[in-house]
Each structure stands twice: as structure tokens, then as C-alpha cells.
Nanobody, 130 residues
Framework: QVQLVESGGGSVQAGGSLRIICVGS????????MAWFRQAPGKEREAVAA????????YYADSVKGRFTISRDNAKATLDLQMNSLKPEDTAMYYC???????????????????????WGRGTQVTVSS
């Protein structure tokens, strides 16, 4: 059974940067598409970014495109999210998620669907002050 643990969250001023990390145990190494989601108080969960198992294809929400970068190291079973030019509206709990291997064409159209991911971490809080 795959387990995911996030870390690296914290508080930062607007315009600053943070890097959050997800460490996986079990069968995460190169076998799953993975993603970051976030949820702010009183708001629905939002897909932030996703990456395919071969590390070549990435997808981003329009709200973070050009500011956030998702990457993974299959050898270390880690998933990173580098967040630059942070804004107060980026404040949320950030969750790492994994799903079983699937065709790239399918991920392209379904990466934002939280219901497609079967393993979730407990989250790490990111707070951006103005």
C-alpha cells in the first residue's frame, strides 16, 4: 500500500517562495501519475499540478501556471512543488495524491479530478501574507 507524507509548508510574504515535498513509500516509484491539490477554508478542493510517471509531461492550473513547478524523482519516490511569486490567494492546505498508471492521453483530460486519485497525503499548510 502506497503512503504519502507532505512537508515543507509554512508562512511566507507575498512574492516569496516555498518548496513543498511529498515522500512516498510503497510502490510509488515510476508507477503512478501524481498531483498536488489544495483546499482553502470554505472553498472546494482545487487541482494545482500533475505529472506523469515518466516525468516528461506536466499540467498546471491556470492560476499557478508560470509560478509553480512540479517535479518528481522516481528513484527517491519524491514529488516536489516549487512555488514562486506566491500570492495571498495561494494560502491553503496542500495535498499530494497518486493514482494508478494510466495512458498519458487519459491523464491529460482527467488530472484535475480528485476522485481519480486513490492515495492521498495528510497535507501541509501554506500561508501567504500580504
Amino acid at each position: 500500500q502506497v503512503q504519502l507524507v507532505e512537508s515543507g509548508g509554512g508562512s511566507v510574504q507575498a512574492g516569496g517562495s516555498l518548496r513543498i515535498i511529498c515522500v512516498g513509500s510503497g510502490s510509488t516509484k515510476g508507477s503512478n501519475a501524481m498531483a498536488w491539490f489544495r483546499q482553502a477554508p470554505g472553498k472546494e478542493r482545487e487541482a494545482v499540478a500533475a505529472i506523469y510517471s515518466d516525468n516528461r509531461f506536466t499540467y498546471y492550473a491556470d492560476s499557478v501556471k508560470g509560478r509553480f513547478t512540479i517535479s518528481r524523482d522516481n528513484a527517491k519516490a519524491t514529488l516536489d512543488l516549487q512555488m514562486n511569486s506566491l500570492k495571498p490567494e495561494d494560502t491553503a492546505m496542500y495535498y499530494c495524491a497518486a493514482r494508478p498508471l494510466l495512458p498519458l492521453a487519459e491523464l491529460r483530460f482527467t488530472w484535475t479530478r480528485g476522485s481519480e486519485y486513490n492515495v492521498w497525503g495528510r497535507g501541509t499548510q501554506v500561508t501567504v501574507s500580504s
